[in-house]
């Protein structure tokens, strides 16, 4: 069965600290993973995919098909950051498209 | 673009009462899903419509739950004899299209209170 984990349930930093995310996946196919971000109760929001290759509010992703992870960086925290990450994989099958999540985890930046 | 509309935003439910949920989808878009999530937990998919058609409702509870999206107005999720197991945050997404490359876009939640 294909499934997302995310070993943290909560992380903290200091504000200009380095911030990584992890993210495991299992699936037997070419998966396609993004990484959402949910402020607090407000809507999940696509903050990167892996095939855009792209950086997003300095953030970054890659995908490591050898370790099958999709670990989530930053550089530099900001307190702006504090949020619920969700890391997610996207299941096709059958005509069906839905979204695989991980449990979340809590970043929470310190100043 | 307004984005996903959801409503209610919060709902409060006695055991026994029914729960409808509504999802007005992006302008454009013609897939709908809807998640729950339960407290401590990730999102867990539940249903895959299109207009009028259930695709895929893998993950909906055997009974008491249902999903529709007609062909005029919002898709509804409709809980009957709610139970306080049922309490959750209940989101609906809409993407305009399936495959590579597409972007699921997110409501923000209806939180569902069972007393």
């Known amino acids: 069965a294909q499934r997302v984990t995310q070993p943290e349930k909560l992380l903290s930093v200091f504000k200009g600290a380095p911030v990584e995310l992890k993210c495991n996946y299992s699936?037997?196919?070419?998966?396609?993973l993004f990484w959402y971000v949910q402020y607090s109760r407000q809507r999940l929001q696509l903050l990167l995919r892996h095939i855009s290759r792209e950086s997003i509010k300095g953030f970054t992703a890659d995908l490591n098909k050898g370790e099958t992870s999709f670990h989530l960086k930053k550089p530099f925290a900001q307190e702006e950051d504090s949020a619920m990450y969700y890391c997610?994989?996207?299941?096709?099958?059958?005509?069906?498209?839905?979204?695989?999540f991980g449990k979340g985890t809590k970043l929470t930046v310190n100043p | 673009n307004a984005g996903v509309m959801q409503n209610p935003r919060h709902l409060v439910r006695r055991r026994g009462q029914e729960a409808r949920l509504r999802c007005s989808p992006m302008?454009?878009?013609?897939?709908v899903y809807w998640y729950r999530q339960l407290p401590e937990e990730g999102l867990k998919f539940m249903v895959y419509?299109?207009?009028?058609?259930?695709?895929?409702e893998s993950g909906m509870p055997k009974e008491r739950f249902s999903a529709e999206f007609p062909k005029e107005g919002p898709s509804i999720l409709r809980i009957q004899q709610v139970v306080r197991g049922d309490s959750a945050a209940y989101f609906c997404?809409?993407?305009?299209?399936?495959?590579?490359?597409?972007?699921?876009?997110f409501g923000e939640g209806s939180w569902l209170t069972v007393v």
């Open positions: 997610a994989l996207s299941e096709t099958q059958g005509g069906s498209e839905k979204l695989v």
């Open positions: 997404a809409s993407s305009r299209r399936t495959g590579t490359g597409n972007t699921i876009y």
């Open positions: 302008k454009g878009h013609s897939h």
């Open positions: 699936y037997s196919g070419s998966p396609e």
């Open positions: 419509l299109q207009k009028e058609n259930i695709i895929d």
